[in-house]
């Protein structure tokens, strides 16, 4: 079973307009609420995929009824804390004319102390029966930076990490598995601009020299790159004509799952980046998050590019 764990997920509206104009009555020609961000469309992407999967999230009581029938619907297994607070409401603002994508993103609220040890509880009975963990997503406001290394301290099987800033570089000397931060993130976790391919290498392989086994950073559209203490890849993204993208929101989620249920399986990491690009590009492709056609992507897995590069 693969774990998705978060501390961040979200109630989602996709609203979908033929045309969004900014300080005007704009009328919706779609609306969608779904269980999203990251905890979520790492689960769904991966149970896409058809890796066996449970989400493990906190969830606010007034909206649990909700997305447990999101979820229900998907036939995804999930477990909830469920909390004071109310489950934070994001929005995804689809532009069809101007093929504009807008976010409206709500800050994880906070999360009591005992619903943090029982969150903790419940992920070390989860991780437990896991093959592969995927830890995910910010934290909430008030959450001290060290609670995702207490997580961590307690898997016992292939860690896949998500997020950035001190509480990632915590985690270093714990040996994860995989550290995938994207190059924004990588540089807000350094604490220095990362401008040149050379500079950023150098940033993932301190992560290395840290102990990470194996570092993956995305850059959009752009290649991925991949680093071990010893050596370095570049896969680049299938390509996509501009008309073909719809919602490109979730892509990494989709990417962190194609390399989850790879690991799952026994195969290299190189060809769970090679599925993961796969299905983040069948998530292009969709309106909502991670709930892409499967049937394709180990084909298309087969046409993506890694090369290894001069270390």
Not at 1 to 14: C, D, E, F, K, N
Not at 46 to 53: A, E, F, I, K
Request: charged share 20%.
């Amino acid at each position: 079973m693969i774990l998705s764990a978060g501390l961040t997920p979200a109630w989602q509206q996709v609203v979908v307009f033929d045309a969004f104009r900014y300080g005007e009555v704009n009328r919706a020609r779609e609306v969608h609420w779904i269980a999203s961000v990251k905890v979520f469309n790492a689960a769904v992407a991966v149970h896409r995929l058809g890796g066996p999967v449970r989400a493990l999230a906190p969830v606010g009581r007034g909206q649990s009824d909700q997305i447990d029938g999101d979820l229900s619907q998907l036939g995804l297994p999930f477990r909830f804390v469920l909390t004071r607070a109310p489950t934070r409401v994001c929005t995804t603002i689809l532009d069809l004319g101007a093929r504009k994508i807008t976010e409206l993103v709500e800050n994880g609220r906070p999360l009591g102390n005992g619903e943090l040890d029982r969150f903790q509880q419940c992920y070390a009975e989860e991780a437990g029966r896991a093959e592969v963990a995927i830890v995910i997503g910010s934290l909430p406001q008030g959450t001290p930076a060290s609670y995702y290394r207490e997580l961590v301290q307690c898997t016992p099987c292939p860690a896949l990490l998500d997020f950035r800033g001190e509480g990632l570089l915590a985690c270093l000397d714990l040996k994860p598995f995989l550290v995938k931060p994207n190059r924004e993130e990588l540089a807000q976790t350094m604490g220095r601009p990362l401008e040149t391919d050379e500079e950023l290498l150098r940033a993932m392989r301190s992560l290395n020299r840290r102990g990470a086994q194996w570092v993956l950073v995305t850059q959009g559209s752009g290649p991925a790159w991949i680093t071990t203490k010893k050596a370095a890849w570049r896969a680049h993204p299938i390509p996509v004509r501009p008309e073909e993208i719809v919602n490109p929101i979730g892509c990494g989620d989709a990417l962190t799952a194609g390399i989850a249920c790879a690991i799952r399986e026994g195969r290299e990491l190189l060809d769970g980046v090679r599925l993961g690009l796969a299905a983040a590009h069948a998530n292009l492709r969709q309106r909502l998050q991670c709930r892409f056609d499967a049937s394709g992507v180990a084909a298309l897995a087969e046409t993506v590019c890694v090369e290894e590069q001069p270390f």
